[in-house]
C-alpha cells in the first residue's frame, strides 16, 4: 500500500472530478502503462478501482477521474463528498487489466462518458509512439465531457472526434461505419458505461471482429436479475470443506461467513480482484471481466456475481 495526499482537485465536467494523488513524502510513485488503474481505500472500508488518465510517462503524481454516480453503492459520493486538498488516503500500485497493445498498425479507441479516462492515456502514449489511431469520444452532452481541453489542446487533437447526444446528427457515432471491414492489424479499445459498451462491441461483432481484438474495460455492471437463482454448493480443495450457497447469497458471502477471506474490490464482476480458479463443476458466470472465450473454459469465475450451473463447484482454495 502507498499513503498519498490529494494535491489538487479539478472539476472537469458536470459530476466529474479529478484528484492529483502524490506521495506523502514526494518520492516518484511507481511506474504504470497506459490502461492501468490504482485502487483506492476509502472511509468506511470500501475499495474502488480508478483508471490513471496522467501521461504514463509521468509518475510524481497520478491523476484519476471520478463520476459522481447517482446510483452510488458510497464510492463515488465519498470521493467527490470527503475527498479534498490535503485529505490523506491508501492506494494500491498500478494494475493493468486493459493493456495497450503498442505495435499495432492501427488503433481505434471508443471512450463513452467517464470511460475517457484510460482512453485519454492510451491516447497520449501512442501519439509518442508515433502510431497511427483515432479516438472517438462520446457524451451525453459537452458539459458532461471530461477533460475535452486537454484533448483539444493535444498534438493529436486532429485524431479526436467528439460526439454529443443532444448534437446535430452529423456529429453523432456511426459505429457501424467506422468498424466496417476490420483489418486484421488494427486493434479495438472500449470503455464506458454498459450500454455504449454493448452497442460498440456487439457492432464490432457483427461486423467480424476478432475477440482478440477488441479489448474493454468496464466501469459497473448492469443489475441482474435474481428472481430464478437457486441453491448449489461450493467445495474447497484444500481441506475438502462443503459450503451451501443460498440463493440469496453470493458465493464469495458465503465464503466470507464461514472465515474464508478472498480478495473483494467492486463487487460486480467487473474488475478481476475475486477471480478464482474452478477445479470442477460448471460455473454460472456473470461477470464482464472475463471474454467470452475465457468463460467458456470454465476453469476459473468471479465469486462475487457469478453461480453454478451443476450442482457443486471445487474451488482451488
Known amino acids: 500500500m502507498i499513503e498519498v495526499i490529494v494535491v489538487a482537485r479539478t472539476n472537469q465536467a458536470q459530476d466529474i472530478c479529478s484528484f492529483e494523488l502524490a506521495r506523502i513524502d514526494g518520492a516518484p510513485l511507481p511506474a504504470f502503462a497506459a490502461g492501468a488503474h490504482i485502487d ?11 483508471s490513471l488518465c496522467n501521461p504514463p510517462w509521468e509518475n510524481q503524481s497520478y491523476l484519476i477521474g471520478v463520476l459522481k454516480d447517482p446510483a ?23 494494475r493493468n487489466l486493459f493493456p495497450l497493445s503498442e505495435y499495432a498498425q492501427r488503433s481505434l479507441l471508443f ?7 484510460p482512453i485519454l492515456c492510451m491516447a497520449e502514449r501512442l501519439h509518442r509512439l508515433g502510431a497511427d489511431f483515432e479516438l472517438h469520444y462520446c457524451a451525453r452532452s459537452s458539459e458532461r465531457a471530461a477533460f475535452v481541453g486537454r484533448l483539444q489542446a493535444s498534438p493529436f487533437a486532429e485524431r479526436v472526434h467528439l460526439h454529443f447526444d443532444d448534437g446535430p446528427a452529423a456529429q453523432r457515432l456511426d459505429a457501424a461505419t467506422l468498424l466496417a471491414e476490420p483489418a486484421a492489424d488494427t486493434h479495438l479499445y472500449v470503455c464506458g458505461p454498459g450500454g455504449f459498451m454493448e452497442h460498440v462491441l456487439g457492432t464490432a461483432k457483427a461486423q467480424g471482429w476478432d475477440d482478440q481484438r477488441a479489448h474493454r474495460e468496464y466501469f459497473a455492471a448492469a443489475p441482474i436479475n435474481h428472481t430464478n437463482d437457486g441453491s448449489f454448493a461450493v467445495q474447497l480443495n484444500s481441506s475438502g470443506q462443503i459450503i451451501q450457497i443460498r440463493a440469496d447469497q453470493s458465493v464469495a458471502e458465503a465464503l466470507e461467513a464461514c472465515g474464508i477471506d478472498i480478495p473483494l474490490s467492486c463487487e460486480q464482476g467487473i474488475c478481476g480482484t475475486c477471480l478464482t480458479r474452478v477445479l470442477a463443476g460448471e460455473p454460472e458466470h456473470r461477470d464482464l471481466f472475463l471474454t467470452e472465450a475465457e468463460q467458456a473454459l470454465n476453469d476459473q469465475f468471479t465469486p462475487c456475481c457469478s453461480r453454478a450451473k451443476s450442482p457443486l463447484l471445487v474451488l482451488d482454495l
Open 111 to 117: 471512450a463513452g462518458g467517464i470511460g475517457i479516462t
Open 40 to 50: 483506492v481505500h476509502l472511509p468506511g472500508g470500501l475499495i474502488r478501482q480508478y
Open 72 to 94: 452510488s453503492r458510497g464510492g463515488s459520493r465519498a470521493m467527490h463528498e470527503q475527498m479534498q486538498v490535503g485529505q490523506r488516503l491508501l492506494i494500491s500500485e498500478p
